[in-house]
């Protein structure tokens, strides 16, 4: 029975795919990934997301594994970036949407 195992950290500057990316592919990637998602909420995180990458918030590249050897590129923000937090609060919004994730 296959098992999953967990997943590593991935050095993205020797990844084979994501070595080249900056700021603005990591956004783009986002919006490809997500941008098809139908719900409100879904669209509000993925907002959420892409103004933190445009914010300096890191984007992690982990690899997921399995027991029977599969592997997979799993993608994700670290914590929110002085940046973004400062900008988010320059909005000053009484309630500011995040969204709702969507389920992996």
Request: glycine content about 8%; overall charge positive; hydrophobic content about 35%.
């Amino acid at each position: 029975m296959t098992r999953y195992v967990g997943t590593v950290p991935v050095d993205k500057a020797s990844h084979p795919r994501f070595a080249t990316y900056r700021t603005g592919d990591w956004a783009s990637h986002f919006i490809a990934e997500y941008g098809v998602l139908p719900n409100e909420g879904h669209k509000a995180w993925l907002i959420d997301q892409v103004s933190r990458i445009l914010h300096g918030t890191p984007v992690v590249v982990g690899q997921a594994r399995w027991t029977d050897g599969r592997k997979e590129d799993r993608i994700w923000l670290a914590s929110p970036s002085p940046r973004y937090m400062q900008w988010r609060k320059s909005l000053r919004l009484s309630e500011y949407d995040e969204g709702v994730p969507p389920e992996a």
